[in-house]
């Protein structure tokens, strides 16, 4: 079982950017397809990018394509989202997810384990 605790959240003006982190706890961090996700206000929990165990295979929602970036360090336990081009959609609490089996990136429900999230706001 892996915990999972993001930060790096807080508030930023239109255009401006966020670094989020989400470490993990255990052993095992490399072993987990790990994805962030976000919920704005009224709305359901939506995919925002996910990346495989090795680093090398990254995948996005086109909403952020081209201004967010997922990366991780197998050695520090942790996955990055870099926000760039922050817009006020994108306002939302972020959530750090892990997965063990590898189909179905987009799925909420195919990850295992979730962190308690961290808020961006973007002003306009």
């Known amino acids: 079982q892996v915990q999972l605790v993001e930060s790096g959240g807080g508030l930023v003006r239109a255009g401006g950017s966020l670094s989020l982190s989400c470490a993990a706890s255990g052993p095992t961090f490399s072993s987990y397809y790990m994805g962030w996700f976000r919920r704005a206000p009224g709305k359901e929990r939506e995919f925002v990018a996910a990346i495989n165990r090795g680093g090398d295979g990254v995948s996005y929602a086109d909403s952020v394509k081209d201004r967010f970036t997922i990366s991780r360090d197998n050695i520090k336990n942790t996955v990055y989202l870099q926000m760039n081009s922050l817009q006020s959609e994108d306002t939302a609490a972020y959530y750090c997810?892990?997965?063990?089996?590898?189909?179905?990136?987009?799925?909420?429900?195919?990850?295992?384990?979730w962190g308690l999230g961290t808020q961006v706001t973007v002003s306009s």
């Open positions: 997810a892990a997965k063990t089996q590898a189909p179905n990136y987009g799925l909420v429900s195919a990850y295992d384990f």
